[in-house]
Structure formats: structure tokens, C-alpha cells
């Protein structure tokens, strides 16, 4: 059973709610130049990104045969 094959709209919501929360963090991020957490956020940010790119990819995985 592949959970990310049968359950198609929840990983498109999930992977634009990432996305876009990520995209404005960075840019939240950006605009706080010479700050720490300006730096911390971005770098959530990316994070979240990256999180929406596995998502996407979980479903073209194919799972690892047992020997």
C-alpha cells in the first residue's frame, strides 16, 4: 500500500500549504537584512520548501523490494 498514491489531494494540499508558507518566510526573511532571525527564518523556509519537494517525489518512489 502506497499512501501518497491513494490520497492524492491531501499531498497537493499539503505541498502547497508548504510551499507557500516557505516561499513567505523567505522572503519574511530577505527583507530583515543584518538579522539573526531574519537568517532563521529563511532557513525554515527552505525547509519547508524542500519538505514540499519530498512530498511531490513520495509518490514516484518505488518501494524496496524485501529479500
Known amino acids: 500500500m502506497n499512501f501518497w498514491k491513494e490520497h492524492v489531494t491531501l499531498r497537493i494540499f499539503l505541498m502547497i500549504i ?4 516557505g516561499l513567505a518566510l523567505v522572503f ?3 527583507s530583515m537584512t543584518g538579522q ?5 527564518l529563511m532557513l525554515v523556509g527552505i525547509i519547508l520548501m524542500l ?3 519530498l512530498l511531490y517525489n513520495k ?4 518501494p ?3 529479500k
Do not use: D, P, Q
Open 18 to 21: 508548504f510551499f507557500v508558507v
Open 28 to 30: 519574511i526573511g530577505w
Open 36 to 40: 539573526l532571525l531574519g537568517l532563521g
Open 51 to 53: 519538505t514540499a519537494l
Open 59 to 62: 509518490a514516484y518512489t518505488t
Open 64 to 66: 524496496k523490494s524485501k
